[in-house]
């Protein structure tokens, strides 16, 4: 008998999950802005599809906390809005998560975990957030691994406590500038 092939053969998405995936991307870009309504209707004409898969999709942005659902019922949802207590504490689960993946990036389960939290953290601080994170984050991987360092792994935990410190500061700048 043969092993299946399960790995070589990749799924397609389903019209749900590239809804949810196009409808992410505009929240986390804020062209739907934390707060904002999210008609079902209007959207499933935008895109031409059913209100089905809009449905679908909103549902998964809901489990993923970027949408918020009030009632039950998918007519009635905005995009969600988090407090600065709320950031605060998204921030310690980051941190946390990103030790955890630091010390055991074998683990696939974190990474997915890892990138939920720090959607959260994009949406409430916007796109300029998310790029200069992305970027810092390059920067903090680069640090930790350069040529003279005699322990690597003490290093790039330096290098990772730095990052901590740069995005703490930059999501308190950000929280003080909001309106």
């Keep these: ?30 062209e739907l802005p934390p707060g ?52 605060a504490e998204l921030l310690k689960i980051t941190e946390h998560l990103e030790v955890f993946h630091h010390d055991w990036d074998a683990n696939p389960f974190v990474q997915d975990l890892l990138q939920r939290v720090t959607d959260k953290l994009y949406l409430a601080l916007g796109p300029s957030f998310l790029m200069a994170d992305i970027d810092a984050k390059q920067a903090q991987k680069g640090e930790g691994r350069g040529p003279g360092h005699d322990r690597p792994g003490q290093s790039s935990r330096q290098a990772l406590a730095d990052y901590f410190v740069w995005r703490r500061l930059e999501v308190a700048k950000r929280v003080m500038q909001a309106p």
């Design 36 to 87: 904002s309504a999210i008609d079902e209707t209007l959207l499933a004409r935008e895109l031409e599809v059913s209100r089905t898969p809009v449905r679908e999709a909103i549902k998964v942005l809901t489990r993923d906390g970027l949408v918020t659902v009030a009632h039950r019922k998918t007519k009635h949802c905005t995009v969600t809005e988090f407090t600065a207590f709320e950031l």
């Design 1 to 30: 008998m043969c092993a299946p092939m399960t790995d070589s053969i990749p799924r397609p998405k389903a019209l749900f999950e590239s809804i949810a995936d196009a409808l992410r991307t505009r929240i986390l870009n804020h």
